[in-house]
């Protein structure tokens, strides 16, 4: 691993990001959109917001930078550029690091936007501090971005990657604990939610949103970073410089 | 046996897709210093024995080696630079933007990125957007990444492929210059006219080398006057001399 290369290659994501403002414009507002429409769903019903809005934020940016990770990299890989690289000194943990440190930028901008909009324009009430609420998004963000990174090593297509949706996000936001509180679950589906990552940031934003304190908000908290730090440990072992 | 004169020697290298013989025990040795144009029809497996020398096909037996070690060892990935099929750069980055981020993964001085746009002859581009670009400009900006950090031996995968007689002309003429320099520049064709402009010619059939020559030998060898109708010659003798090829041994074994 060279932080040089890693730095080049989070410097050139940028800058094709930069390339393309309509993708950066839908990649920070984008969940603010959403939070926007379900505050506007439940405004007539109080406390409904306030009960689930935080789980929302743990939600969109997890989504969204699955999406955009996973896609952005499988084009790397289709248009021949990864194959050039692979010749190069450049090391397949840079490359993933290169990624994973540009869209943890966009995540954390992305994260930050969302949180205001939730908390300043469509009134979201947390009991603990809000910092907690905004690092809880930040990482949730992150974590998409580890996972999508992985997944992109799985897909040959664009079409495959989307169809990694259903299966890899789908069951972590049904087992998440956002329709069913995790501990009324039958007990199979609470000990597989407990081995997905989501189900833990759910887990941290609910006690943001409780005002809890010390452990009750850090356990989670760290067992999501565990989880992306995994993930972006196992993307490059998925890389390979000889390929069939 | 390996002589300090070969950039490229290879030894009974097998590669197998799925359950069919790409290569079935290929050797071969490329010498240092020249064009050397590797041209056979499309499918006949260039690009996989551009991808094995460049270290990133899987291989099933065999060795390749470069400059004495084997192909794609780390020690290697200053020294060899690989220009896909398909010009494989970041279509919406500026030519500059392109050519800076592989300097920087390759380590090359920040002034190879000018050396580099001048010779390649897109210094008044720079700051385009390559998607911009003409195909010409575009498969230049290709060649320029592998040129960056003055590699040894340049490997280019149908770098002319879709260009007009004119620019494939001016892209040969590069070539030469770039070799004269005392790089080893390593080209695949399917367009056999191309054949003459190389130093060496290596032609490649179903996964064979069917000929190691020069051009003139082969126009020689063959009494024709076009690499076209020599390559033809060329394949005539192939079937009529070999009988054991790899598809009737198959056959045979059925």
Redo the contacts between chains.
């Keep these: 691993m060279n932080p040089?290369?890693s730095f080049?290659?989070a410097?050139?994501v940028l800058?094709?990001l930069r390339?393309?403002p309509r993708s950066i414009a839908l990649m920070l507002i984008a969940p603010s959109l959403l939070v926007g429409l379900f505050a506007w769903l439940f405004a007539d019903q109080e406390g409904i917001f306030d009960r689930f809005g935080g789980a929302i934020l743990a939600l969109f940016p997890f989504i969204v930078m699955f999406l955009i990770t996973s896609i952005t990299t499988l084009r790397e890989r289709r248009?021949?550029?990864l194959?050039?690289?692979?010749?190069?000194?450049?090391a397949k943990a840079d490359f993933i690091l290169g990624y994973a440190l540009a869209f943890g930028l966009m995540a954390i901008l992305q994260a930050v936007i969302t949180v205001a909009f939730a908390v300043y324009v469509c009134g979201l009430t947390v009991d603990g501090p809000l910092w907690q609420l905004g690092l809880v998004a930040v990482v949730d963000a992150v974590l998409g971005t580890a996972l999508g990174l992985l997944a992109s090593a799985f897909a040959s297509t664009e079409f495959q990657a989307v169809q990694f949706m259903p299966v890899l996000v789908f069951p972590q936001i049904i087992l998440g604990g956002l329709f069913m509180p995790r501990d009324q679950m039958p007990d199979v589906l609470y000990a597989i939610s407990d081995w997905l990552p989501l189900s833990h940031a759910i887990d941290a934003i609910e006690a943001v949103a409780a005002g809890d304190e010390g452990w009750d908000v850090g356990a989670p908290l760290l067992i999501v970073v565990a989880f992306a730090v995994g993930f972006l440990v196992l993307a490059p072992l998925t890389l390979r410089?000889?390929?069939? | 046996m390996v002589n300090n004169a070969d950039a490229v020697v290879i030894d009974g290298l097998r590669v197998r897709r799925g359950r069919r013989d790409v290569f079935d025990g290929l050797s071969l040795r490329i010498p240092r210093g020249e064009v050397i144009g590797l041209l056979g029809p499309s499918g006949c497996g260039k690009t996989t024995l551009l991808r094995a020398i460049v270290g990133v096909q899987r291989t099933h037996g065999g060795s390749v080696e470069v400059f004495g070690e084997p192909a794609g060892s780390r020690g290697l990935r200053h020294r060899v630079s690989y220009g896909t099929q398909g010009s494989a750069v970041y279509t919406d980055l500026t030519v500059r933007e392109n050519l800076r981020y592989f300097a920087s993964v390759l380590g090359a001085p920040r002034d190879d990125v000018d050396r580099v746009l001048t010779r390649v002859g897109l210094a008044a581009h720079a700051n385009r957007s390559v998607d911009a670009l003409s195909g010409g400009q575009v498969n230049r900006v290709s060649l320029g990444a592998a040129l960056l950090g003055e590699p040894e031996l340049v490997v280019l995968d149908e770098p002319t492929v879709g260009l007009d007689p004119v620019l494939r002309a001016e892209l040969w003429g590069l070539f030469r210059e770039i070799a004269d320099a005392g790089t080893t520049m390593l080209v695949s064709s399917h367009v056999m006219d191309e054949a003459l402009r190389c130093d060496r010619l290596l032609l490649m059939r179903d996964g064979r080398i069917i000929a190691d020559t020069t051009p003139r030998r082969l126009l020689a060898d063959t009494g024709q006057t076009d690499a076209e109708a020599a390559f033809l010659a060329l394949i005539e003798h192939d079937t009529g001399g070999h009988h054991e090829t790899r598809r009737s041994r198959r056959e045979e074994e059925r």
């Design positions: 040089r290369r080049a290659t410097g050139r800058q094709q390339h393309d248009s021949g550029t194959e050039r690289l692979m010749t190069t000194p450049l410089r000889r390929t069939p």
